[in-house]
């Protein structure tokens, strides 16, 4: 995954929380390419909730989780992870998991072709939410199984 932030300034901000939120976003895969303009702002709500939170007495580690949670309110699971997740779960027969490229190509595929696959799920700015992801899994499976179908794949693990 090679991602194309958008909307990235000549010199982009080396504040922690932006690098924090997109180094995340980078190493679990998200699909949508960040805004750097959204990201930047979702890390000014962080600094100014901790700033507050210093302010009024809570230690820096308190203020850090407060910004944190803050900073992640609307990052959901990543969907790349997610199909990852069920693929390795419940697919291993079904097709060829066994090199990392193998996995990457699939989820690739799966995420291209299947455009409804976490159709009754809360997207975020950025992911699905991943306690609808555990509600809705049966329908995911069930998704991605009548795509294996179609490609001549059967069974399930």
């Keep these: 995954l090679n991602m194309k932030i958008k909307n990235l300034p000549p010199y982009p901000s080396l504040d922690r929380y932006i690098l924090c939120l997109l180094n995340y976003m980078e ?19 962080a600094i100014d909730a901790f ?9 820096v580690s308190a203020a850090s989780e407060t910004a944190t949670q803050l900073l992640f309110e609307n990052i959901g699971e990543s969907e790349y992870e997610a199909v990852q997740q069920i693929l390795t779960e419940n697919f291993s027969f079904t097709v060829d998991l066994s090199e990392e490229e193998l996995v990457d190509f699939w989820i690739n595929r799966i995420l291209e072709d299947i455009p409804h696959l976490f159709d009754g799920c809360e997207l975020l700015s950025y992911g699905v939410s991943a306690a609808d992801i555990d509600i809705m899994s049966d329908e995911i499976i069930g998704r991605i199984t009548i795509y294996f179908e179609s490609l001549g794949f059967y069974g399930i693990q």
């Design 27 to 45: 190493e679990h895969k998200f699909p949508k390419i960040p805004d750097y303009s959204e990201i930047e702002q979702q890390a000014d709500r």
């Design 51 to 59: 700033c507050e939170a210093r302010l009024n007495g809570k230690s």
